[in-house]
């Protein structure tokens, strides 16, 4: 049984001008201990569909359809206690800023403090204790000091360590992070997505793990999942989406990551852009700007399918039944 | 943090200076400044004498410096309307002006934060929709309108309230307060809730403000996400939040308090410096002018002061980077 | 509707063949519509125009004239308001000590309370937004002069520098002169406590326009600056000067009356509302309650259909809360 199983996601936004669909129908599991990476441009509804999971979907935004089960329970229709009992626990989050993300006028010792006591039983000497364990876990320096230190005096790579104590002090089962090196220096966002890593896999937690950042993806994930205008595109293992592209859009994504091995002229590009939500054309979404597009692409959604390979696309070039004919 | 203290008391001077020097102009050159020192009733000897002691014909940066130095010696001249000295006047009136900003600052401040705090964290509750109705209308009445409805339906027609004056003081050491009597207490009562209403809805309304843009920050949501219950994230995180910009106006609230206090006391007859003032405008009674406008000026700049170093302590991120100034 | 190639489309609205007219620009906007969805809003406006139009054309519109004394009549004084055992139906909210029709007078009344209040904000506008834009475009010592000034002057109430303003101008005019001239002295007063919040905001908002490319364009060109700064920086940061000029004007009109109770505002002879207010105020323990209640209510309406209206206003031009 996968640890987060997502089935059938649709998240809503009710607007003045009319309904927004923002996750359409977008299905896909983690099991233990996994490490699946969400990609896609901005908007194409991958922090939604994070937020959705750990309950802190804004209003005016919600759960339209769909089910979210963790551990086998579904958690998307809980009342808000039960939610907040399973959220840092069993579900932690990580967000993009770091800076924003702590509170400035407590010191990070308090806000770890306070963190461990709502979840466990430990008193505030062993809590304190184990505060300090995780900050050393994290890579800061001389946390028996640095933990009365507040969050304006760690640079931006410290305080995301920080975050992840933070987020994984408590050992959840399951991680969200949500862009969480897209805010940091370059040069920072390597030892950040490092420690991640080792420290998820050192303590069995499953990390979904929300990027548009393609490289970051393949240093880290096991498997990743391609959105593309509130949709799934692709889900595979990571070798295989990256080396063998099934989905046209993820072909397309996959060229215009410029190389080491070779020149060329100028970088490939995808033709047009993500159409906005409240423009998606029938069928499929991409199939304006997809080189392969025929006429039921324009008609009829796919799903996901299988391809012949590991991943799974939704695109109809995979499709094996005869009824549709005219595949190129 | 010393050269901080330091900067800021110099500014303060600067400013006072300034404001006394306008004080000045008005005290020397509207109206006759002979009269403002001696009153209108003095002899002429006594006038040839003033005149020879002002110093008329000195250069204005030595009439200015003479000015300075009696003010800091308590001598403002004299009213021209009672014919005495106005720094008596002054000491006279101000127990009644600070006790009555003292109350209102209380109701104001302890009203308003809570209910701030209660339409920030429960929006959606009927009696948040009826709290902030009422706040609207509450910013939209004069003080003085208050004044006169509390007065009509609590002295007029119901006769509880007395609708002027301060009833009974007792006098400690020099200060007379109102507090030690119940006619004391029942003469505050109206005067306060006027004075504190406006300031009161403005907080409210501010410390509203202030909670829900707090409540939709990325460190609530990442608390929100480490599964902290509600009373930590909306009392221990929020709210400490919140109440770091409220220092600030409630800072300015006080001062807000002095200056309306003024209205207060014209409607209720409250005999504080601010209807001493008041009739001072009435009869054109500079020297009476001249004298609250540095004082207040004193009383406002060191308002400030002390509520930017309260900021500074409360707010750790200041301690660090108060080199880079504010 | 299919999308082609890299047009994104626009929300789903029909294709049409030219640009919808600008009366449909006016009314499909985002600020009408959010007018249109407040009963409340809409309410207030009525109220507000309802005022203007009664204060604008008071000599053709009141009862009657209460401030020619020929139509007066001393038996007329202290009649109660119409409905009541005593009052008399061609004295709608009844008399005041001099026999003068309340109605007509609280309409009279109005319009000096308007005047005053939008003449101040006109000028603190003119004044704060002149200075702020030169401020912020000019830089340097007269920049800082002018901002250390309106920091000083912020710390202050304004209440009170227009109290302490029209009492020194007032302590400076002959005293023949002092009545006639309330008026003019009173918008000084209230303008003069006025300006600093429009200066500050509108340095603040110059200072980010200045960098902006069409204004580098504009100087290449060799565009004088005074052009550059009042014709296409002042456009640009009108937004928030128009929000704090709707508060500003609730508090201005607060403010006249707030002076003119107190005796040192708008004679009697042509009393504003807070005028009226106080010529009441003698007669409330005695019994005439109508005198004071009548003015403080159209007063009390009056602001509070202002400040809806820059509440809602300053919500609808607030980009962060749409």
Redesign the interface.
């Known amino acids: 049984m996968p640890l987060l199983d997502v089935s059938h996601l649709r998240i809503e936004f009710p607007t ?3 309904l927004l669909t923002a996750v359409d129908d977008v299905s896909f599991s983690i099991d233990e201990g996994e490490v699946l990476g969400v990609v896609g441009e901005s908007g194409a509804g991958k922090s939604l569909t994070g937020m959705s999971i ?1 309950g ?1 979907l804004e209003p005016p935004g919600r759960i339209a359809g769909g089910e979210i089960r963790f551990e086998g329970r579904r958690i998307d229709n809980l009342p808000y206690e039960e939610l ?6 069993q579900i ?2 990580i ?1 993009q ?1 770091p800076l ?7 010191s990070i010792g308090e806000q770890l403090i ?2 461990i006591q ?2 466990t039983d430990l008193s505030a000497a062993a809590a304190r204790k184990r505060a300090i364990e995780m900050l050393g876990e994290v890579g800061i320096p001389s946390p028996q000091s640095r933990i009365d230190n ?1 969050p ?2 760690f640079s931006g790579g410290m305080r995301q360590r920080v ?1 992840i104590a ?2 994984l002090c408590v050992n959840p089962r399951l991680v969200i992070a949500d862009e969480p090196t897209t805010a940091l220096d370059v040069s920072i966002q390597a030892q950040i997505i490092a420690l991640l890593k080792r420290l998820c896999r050192d303590h069995g937690t499953a990390v979904m793990l929300v990027t548009h950042d393609m490289g970051v993806i393949a240093e880290t994930a096991d498997r990743v999942a391609v959105m593309y205008a509130g949709r799934v595109a692709e889900i595979g293992p990571v070798r295989d989406v990256i080396k063998a592209p099934k989905h046209p859009y993820t072909v397309g994504l996959m060229a215009s990551i410029p190389t080491l091995t070779h020149d060329v002229e100028r970088l490939a590009q995808i ?3 993500m ?2 939500l ?2 998606i ?2 069928g499929c979404a991409f199939n ?1 700007r997809c080189p392969h597009a025929f006429d039921r692409c ?1 008609v009829e959604r796919p799903d996901l399918m299988a391809t012949g390979g590991a991943s799974v696309a939704s695109c109809w070039l995979y499709d094996r039944q005869p009824a549709s004919a005219e595949a190129p | 943090m010393l050269a901080f203290v330091i900067r800021r008391f110099i500014q303060a001077v600067v400013v006072v200076l300034v404001v006394a020097f306008l004080s000045f102009l008005l005290f020397n050159f509207v109206g006759d400044p002979v009269n403002n020192m001696v009153g209108q009733d003095a002899s002429i000897a006594d006038r040839e004498e003033m005149r020879e002691a002002l110093g008329l014909n000195d250069p204005l940066i030595v009439r200015f410096a003479h000015y300075v130095l009696n003010a800091v010696q308590g001598d403002f001249g004299m009213s021209l309307r009672l014919q005495r000295r106005v720094g008596t006047l002054i000491v006279e009136r101000m127990p009644a002006t600070l006790e009555l900003v003292a109350a209102s600052a209380v109701l104001a401040l302890t009203i308003g934060i809570g209910l701030g705090v209660f339409t920030g964290i429960k929006r959606s509750h009927w009696l948040s929709r009826v709290i902030l109705t009422v706040s609207l209308i509450g910013v939209s009445l004069p003080t003085f309108v208050i004044g006169i409805c509390l007065i009509y339906v609590f002295s007029v027609l119901l006769g509880w309230l007395p609708s002027f004056g301060r009833g009974e003081t007792v006098n400690i050491g020099g200060w007379s307060t109102g507090f030690l009597t119940a006619s004391g207490w029942q003469a505050i009562i109206m005067p306060a809730i006027t004075l504190s209403l406006f300031q009161m809805t403005l907080i409210l309304r501010l410390v509203r403000t202030e909670m829900l843009e707090v409540m939709r ?3 609530i ?9 509600n009373r ?1 994230i909306n009392f ?2 929020a709210l ?2 919140t109440l ?1 910009p409220v220092i600030t106006i409630a800072g300015l609230n006080i001062g807000s308090l002095i200056a309306f206090s003024i209205i207060t006391e014209t409607v209720f007859q409250w005999p504080g410096m601010g209807f001493l003032f008041i009739q001072a405008v009435q009869f054109a009674d500079i020297p009476v002018m001249a004298a609250y406008l540095s004082l207040v000026a004193v009383v406002f700049v060191t308002i400030n002061m002390i509520v930017d170093l309260a900021y500074y302590a409360i ?3 200041l301690r ?2 108060v080199g880079r100034g504010r | 509707m ?5 047009d ?5 609205a029909p294709v049409t063949a030219g640009r919808p007219g600008r009366l449909a620009r006016v009314f499909g906007s985002d600020l009408f ?1 959010s007018f249109r969805r407040s009963p409340l809003v809409v309410i207030a406006a009525l109220i507000t125009v309802t005022y203007f139009l009664g204060a604008g054309l008071a000599q053709w519109v009141a009862p009657h004239d209460p401030f020619n004394p020929a139509t007066l009549n001393l038996m007329d004084a202290f009649t109660p308001p119409a409905w009541t055992a005593e009052g008399q139906a061609t004295f709608a909210l009844g008399t005041d000590d001099q026999g003068r029709d309340l109605l007509s007078a609280i309409m009279y009344g109005t319009r000096i309370s308007l005047v005053v209040g939008f003449a101040a904000i006109l000028f603190a506008v003119v004044l704060g937004v002149g200075l702020g834009v030169i401020a912020g475009y000019v830089g340097g010592f007269f920049e800082t002069m002018v901002m250390r000034a309106a920091d000083v002057q912020l710390t202050i109430p304004g209440i009170l520098v227009a109290l302490m303003v029209n009492g020194a101008a007032r302590a400076a005019l002959p005293s023949y002169a002092v009545d006639d001239l309330a008026i003019y002295v009173l918008i000084f007063a209230i303008g003069i406590s006025d300006w600093p919040q429009f200066a500050r905001v509108t340095r603040s908002a110059t200072m980010v326009e200045k960098n902006r490319e069409y204004v580098a364009a504009a100087q290449v060109i060799g565009v004088h600056p005074m052009v550059i700064m009042f014709r296409h920086v002042l456009p640009n940061v009108m937004g928030p000067v128009l929000v704090l000029a709707t508060i500003g004007l609730a508090l201005a009109i607060i403010a006249e009356a707030t002076l003119s109770f107190l005796g040192v505002g708008v004679p009697p002879t042509t009393p504003s509302l807070g005028t009226l207010i106080r010529v009441g105020n003698d007669f409330l323990f005695s019994g005439e309650w109508w005198i004071t209640l009548f003015p403080a209510l159209a007063l009390v309406l009056l602001v509070l259909s202002v400040n809806l209206l820059g509440d809602w206003l300053r919500d609808a031009l607030n980009p962060k809360l749409r």
């Open positions: 003045r001008r009319g750990i802190l907040r009992r399973i959220r840092g626990k932690g989050a967000f800023d924003t993300s702590l509170n400035p006028l407590y306070e963190t709502t979840h507040y304006h005096q975050v933070l987020a033709e047009g852009s159409p906005r409240n423009a054309p029938p304006p324009r | 920050t990325d460190f949501k990442f608390a929100r996400a480490r599964g902290l219950s930590a221990g995180h400490r939040n770091v707010d750790p991120r660090a980077t | 299919a999308a082609s190639g890299s994104p489309g626009d929300g789903g519509y």
